[in-house]
Antibody, heavy 120, light 107 residues
Framework: QVQLVESGGGVVQPGRSLRLSCAAS????????MNWVRQAPGKGLEWVAV????????YYADSVKGRFTISRDNSKNTLYLQMNSLRAEDTAVYYC?????????????WGQGTLVTVSS | EIVMTQSPATLSVSPGERATLSCRAS??????LAWYQQKPGQAPRLLIF???TRATGLPARFSGRGSGTEFTLSISSLQSEDFAVYYC?????????FGQGTNVEIK
């Protein structure tokens, strides 16, 4: 069955960096576009970034553009989110989620999320 | 970016009643609109994509309609497991954007 497992969250000081990982299994990872979506405590969902199946295309939310980098290693079935220059407003649960197919079925499977807390 | 506006923010419904949730886009998203359900402490779950196509295994009491800028999600007879927060999301343009959510609560 499809599984997405995030890791790498924790408490980090403002201005510092953190890298999240998402380990995928149960499907052909190299065929799927992958996303990061976040949710601040008690708030709604915010789409963060997407990477195409082969890593050739990437898009970001304006709120993270220039600070966050999405990447993937298809040989390891793993998605990454490098987060630099972290701010208090980046505090959230970060989910990875896949897109499937063409035409796309968006965000059809999600991980359980990993909490990032930006605080001094 | 496209702004998605959901209404109402909170919907109080009795079990067995019908619930209708609305989602409006600030510009046309064609039929590239999805609905997600989220329960406390859980990841969101895809319900509807393409404005009206149910995700695998979704009960038929859930239905989606609309195109362009106006969309609705209807739940024909609310079950206890349906009380949750519902989000719409457009995936016609980058960045993808979510609505702020509708909390469907027990009346």
């Amino acid at each position: 069955q499809v599984q997405l497992v995030e890791s790498g969250g924790g408490v980090v000081q403002p201005g510092r960096s953190l890298r999240l990982s998402c380990a995928a299994s149960g499907f052909t990872f190299s065929s799927c576009d992958m996303n990061w979506v976040r949710q601040a405590p008690g708030k709604g969902l915010e789409w963060v970034a997407v990477i195409s199946y082969d890593g050739s295309a990437k898009y970001y939310a304006d709120s993270v553009k220039g600070r966050f980098t999405i990447s993937r290693d298809n040989s390891k079935n793993t998605l990454y989110l490098q987060m630099n220059s972290l701010r208090a407003e980046d505090t959230a649960v970060y989910y990875c989620a896949r897109d499937q197919g063409d035409p796309v079925i968006p965000l059809d499977y999600w991980g359980q999320g990993t909490l990032v807390t930006v605080s001094s | 970016e496209i702004v998605m506006t959901q209404s109402p923010a909170t919907l109080s419904v009795s079990p067995g009643e019908r619930a209708t949730l609305s989602c409006r886009a600030s510009q046309s998203v064609n039929s590239n609109l999805a609905w997600y359900q989220q329960k406390p402490g859980q990841a969101p779950r895809l319900l509807i994509f393409g404005a009206s196509t149910r995700a695998t295994g979704l009960p038929a009491r859930f239905s989606g309609r609309g195109s362009g800028t106006e969309f609705t999600l209807s739940i024909s007879s609310l079950q206890s497991e349906d009380f949750a927060v519902y989000y719409c999301q457009q995936y016609n343009n980058w960045p993808r954007t979510f609505g702020q959510g509708t909390n469907v609560e027990i009346k």
